[in-house]
């Protein structure tokens, strides 16, 4: 996921006026955009699954709480957080349109704030630890005015980049997790909702999961030779130790798809309370 810095995405949907988010929203458009996309998070994604909104979405459509909700018309526990986010389970054939449709209705979940106006001190009744105050001489002119702030301002660059990165939104994202990993876990997990009998190492491949296959191996002395792949190994007459490495490999991949699916439900339950990607429950 692209980190959150000064410079904030602009976003426009028609007629009204650009809003601004931290983290760069889905692009929908086909015409080539200036902006630079957060790294892919899975081969051939389209331009619009490049932002962790589009994951908040996914997500949340995994919650069976909310699709209780949703198929309830906002009725149920999770009422207020319907209220918010609405129907996330569109019934339009193409998946584009479907995230298309429900990011116009709610981008506004996520967009920040309008800036605080600057005003005299002595009316403002809001000031907070990201505030710099500062005197104007009036005095003197306007260029000398404006010159000396953006030379304050670069003198506290730093103060400047981590209040410009603090988020004002409703649903501000909580944590820094690259989308790729975020994809992931839910190829696990779907993988486990589609096939609920699978093993765990059975569970990896059917996610697709990259698994590192190379293992040890000795000499006839016992000493050590190297570290090689499992197909090598057979290849090669190393059978015994062929046969101990598909084991490794078998816990291995236990292990992986393990992790990513307590990841992933941690995610979906605490997305249940508008909180993403946020790990603890």
Not at 21 to 40: D, G
Not at 171 to 178: D, G, I, Q, T
Not at 191 to 201: D, E, F, W, Y
Request: aromatic share 12%.
């Amino acid at each position: 996921m692209d980190e959150p810095n000064s410079k904030r995405h602009e976003y426009k949907i028609g007629n009204a006026k650009p809003r601004f988010f931290i983290y760069a929203p889905p692009l929908f458009t086909n015409r080539k955009s200036k902006r630079m996309l957060p790294n892919k998070p899975f081969r051939n994604a389209e331009k619009w699954q490049h932002s962790i909104y589009y994951y908040w979405y996914e997500y949340l459509r995994r919650s069976d709480d909310y699709k209780k909700c949703c198929e309830r018309g906002g009725k149920g526990k999770l009422a207020k957080l319907y209220a918010d986010f609405g129907d996330v389970f569109d019934t339009a054939n193409i998946k584009q349109e479907a995230f298309k449709n429900w990011w116009r209705q709610h981008a506004n979940l996520f967009w920040e704030a309008d800036g605080r106006k600057v005003d005299e001190a002595s009316v403002v009744n809001d000031i907070e630890n990201t505030d710099l105050i500062v005197r104007l001489p009036l005095e003197v002119r306007t260029s000398h005015i404006v010159r000396n702030v953006r030379r304050l301002l670069g003198e506290h660059e730093k103060r400047v980049k981590k209040a410009r990165a603090k988020s004002r939104t409703k649903y501000p994202v909580l944590s820094k997790v690259r989308l790729a990993t975020l994809q992931k876990h839910l190829d696990v997990y779907d993988a486990l909702v589609a096939n609920p009998k699978l093993k765990l190492h059975e569970l990896a491949d059917e996610a697709g999961l990259m698994v590192d296959d190379f293992v040890y191996y000795y000499d006839e002395n016992g000493d050590l030779a190297g570290k090689k792949t499992i197909n090598w190994l057979w290849r090669n007459g190393y059978d015994n130790y062929a046969k101990d490495g598909e084991k490794v490999l078998k816990r291995r991949k236990r292990q992986i798809a393990r992790q990513h699916l307590e990841a992933a439900k941690e995610y979906i339950s605490n997305v249940e309370s508008g909180k993403f990607p946020l790990r603890k429950r």
